[in-house]
């Protein structure tokens, strides 16, 4: 079984750019969740889908930052315009219940340079 | 701020029982307690959770204070493919907040 899948791996923007990450969640899976880790912080939460509804996107820093989730199938992260800041490591995860009773799957990250 | 906090680094030899320990003095009664391991170039990877309890699994055990204010991970017998980072972990509210880590290595 194919595991969460995010593309690019890597992407070097300039500032002002847009840039769209994707993850392809597992099959089935219900929950998908985006974190990011920037330059020297701990990964941190950004948003939370059930199927195509946002549940939870307290985490997303400003609204530069737009995410879908078309169907309740991939998910896309959109920044634009990117800023210097917005570099680091960019992970998604799914899973099938909730993290309470069952464990997340998280795909090997996209790494966003913006220079 | 982080709400764990773990030892940047650890060092074990091959094949020795490791014990990696976390603080989270400030947990509610509602956070569960996860582990997950990264190893380079991959995203995180699960090992371990639990509540209250100690846990076991075929990757590892998880001690947990009775107070809960901190918690160790157990690996009965460390190999080369055990060197990771190693992040304790705290999920609510379906949110994990990850401490910073820390980092295994496992000599032969």
């Known amino acids: 079984e194919a595991g969460v899948t995010q593309f690019p791996s890597h992407s070097v923007i300039e500032k002002g750019q847009t840039v769209t990450l994707r993850c392809d969640p597992i099959?089935?899976?219900?929950?998908l969740y985006w974190y990011r880790r920037v330059m020297g912080k701990e990964i941190k939460f950004l948003l939370h889908?059930?199927?195509?509804?946002?549940?939870?996107e307290s985490g997303m820093p400003n609204n530069r930052f737009l995410a879908e989730r078309t169907g309740g199938t991939y998910s896309t992260l959109k920044v634009q315009p990117a800023e210097l800041e917005d570099s680091g490591v960019y992970f998604c995860?799914?899973?099938?219940?909730?993290?309470?009773?069952?464990?997340?799957?998280f795909g090997q990250g996209t790494r966003l340079t913006v220079v | 701020d982080a709400k764990t906090t773990q030892p940047n680094s650890m060092e074990s030899n091959e094949e020795e029982p490791v014990h990696l320990p976390c603080n989270h003095s400030t947990i509610s009664g509602t956070d569960y307690i996860h582990w997950y391991r990264q190893l380079p170039s991959q995203g995180p990877e699960y090992v371990i959770h639990g509540l209250t309890s100690n846990v076991n699994n075929r990757m590892a055990s998880l001690a947990i204070a009775e107070d809960r204010k901190s918690s160790t991970l157990i690996l009965h017998r460390a190999t080369l493919r055990d060197a990771a980072v190693y992040y304790c972990i705290l999920f609510n509210f379906n949110k994990f907040y990850f401490g910073s880590g820390t980092k295994l290595n496992v000599k032969p």
């Open positions: 995860a799914s899973s099938q219940g909730s993290p309470m009773n069952t464990e997340a799957f």
């Open positions: 099959s089935g899976h219900d929950n």
């Open positions: 889908f059930v199927k195509e509804s946002k549940q939870d």
